[in-house]
């Protein structure tokens, strides 16, 4: 059973630009978390998704930023007209429902 | 609200050496579980352990354990015979069982353990 995945592990945008990072979820997992990590902090809530719905998204930005978990295929967190700011490390987490999250390997993000 | 404090931004440790991290939380709620977990050089987020609220024993992982005490809202890691394989930030989180499901992190500890 694959663990939860993530891509890419790094991507690079130029200020202005559009990221699209994507998680999928480990089998049979119906639950997926964002979260975001600034350096030499801790995890930042940012979304909670279930298929089709998002369920919290008190953590996310209010502007630029969206998430969504279609009935097929990966859950996408997207960031339109990155700036500085937003150069963080992006964690995915997946879960069944009421029990433990397990973490993706991450996606660095880096905006020059 | 949920918060989640660990006041050791940093420790040091022989190896073979026994090391206590601490956190604090705060939470009105009475369902909840609380988390340890490490972050190697790698970024990669690993479970160390789990306990939940309801539970009184403390639970154990091998070399990792911990101090759960529910009145004062603290609780602490031990990993005891500590490995340079140990070297990484530690993070504590909680969980409200019911509701959101986010997991709130503290600030974190970077432990390294010196050979």
């Not at chain 1, 993530?6 to 480990?26: F, W």
């Not at chain 1, 859950?75 to 992006?90: K, P, T």
């Amino acid at each position: 059973n694959a663990g939860v995945m993530q891509n890419p592990r790094h991507l690079v945008r130029r200020r202005g630009q559009e990221a699209r990072l994507r998680c999928s979820p480990m089998k049979g997992h119906s639950h997926v978390y964002w979260y975001r990590q600034l350096p030499e902090e801790g995890l930042k809530f940012m979304v909670y998704l279930q298929k089709e719905n998002i369920i919290d998204e008190s953590g996310m930005p209010k502007e630029r930023f969206s998430a969504e978990f279609p009935k097929e295929g990966p859950s996408i967190l997207r960031i339109q007209q990155v700036v500085r700011g937003d150069s963080a490390a992006y964690f995915c987490a997946s879960s069944p429902p009421l029990s433990e999250q397990f973490f993706g390997p991450g996606t660095r993000l880096t905006v020059l | 609200a949920q918060t989640v404090t660990q006041s050791q931004p940093e420790m040091s440790v022989q190896e073979a050496e026994t090391v206590t991290l601490s956190c604090t939380y705060d939470t009105s709620e009475n369902n909840y579980y609380l988390f340890w977990y490490k972050q190697p050089p790698s970024r990669q987020m690993i479970l160390v352990i789990r306990q939940e609220a309801y539970k009184q024993q403390n639970a154990t992982e091998n070399r990792f354990s911990v101090n759960f005490q529910k009145a004062a809202k603290s609780f602490s890691l031990k990993i005891s015979d500590s490995q340079l394989g140990d070297t990484a930030m530690y993070f504590c989180a909680s969980l409200i069982i019911q509701g959101a499901q986010k997991l709130v992190f503290g600030q974190g500890t970077r432990l390294t353990i010196n050979p």
